[in-house]
């Protein structure tokens, strides 16, 4: 499973070249997503991003913030990145890089993971 990236230089140069080659880029984007209690809203929304980026051949997933609920991780080994992340978003179209930003919920624990 592709782990969350943060946005650095080599990652944003690759997905750069990529456009130049390909003349276009597709991409989904999402944020408000990690439900730590009831995920059915979550699971419904990986099936559909999955398809959608299935069709279109997303190069990337980019977040936009509060993407775990309700307070963020305890660290880079926190189980919740298995529970509201890993174990979601498993649709082959979506093992590709995650970008994400944080938002207020995310840091609340500790924004470093």
């Known amino acids: ?3 969350m990236k943060s946005v650095k230089g080599d990652s944003v140069t690759r997905l750069a070249e990529s456009t ?3 003349a276009s880029i597709s ?5 408000d997503w990690g439900a730590s209690e009831d995920q059915t809203l979550q699971f419904a929304v990986a ?3 999955g398809t959608s980026c299935a ?3 997303c190069a990337a997933v980019i977040s936009v913030g509060d993407n775990i609920y309700p307070k963020g991780v305890e660290s880079s080994d926190d189980p919740l990145f298995r529970t509201v992340f890993e174990d ?4 082959p179209s979506l093992q590709l890089p ?3 930003s944080l938002g207020n919920h995310d ?4 924004a470093e993971a």
């Open 1 to 3: 499973m592709t782990r």
């Open 20 to 22: 130049q080659r390909n």
């Open 27 to 31: 991409f989904a984007m999402l944020g």
């Open 47 to 49: 099936k559909q991003l």
């Open 55 to 57: 069709v279109a051949a």
């Open 88 to 91: 979601v978003y498993t649709a």
């Open 98 to 100: 995650f970008y994400n």
């Open 107 to 110: 840091y609340r624990s500790w």
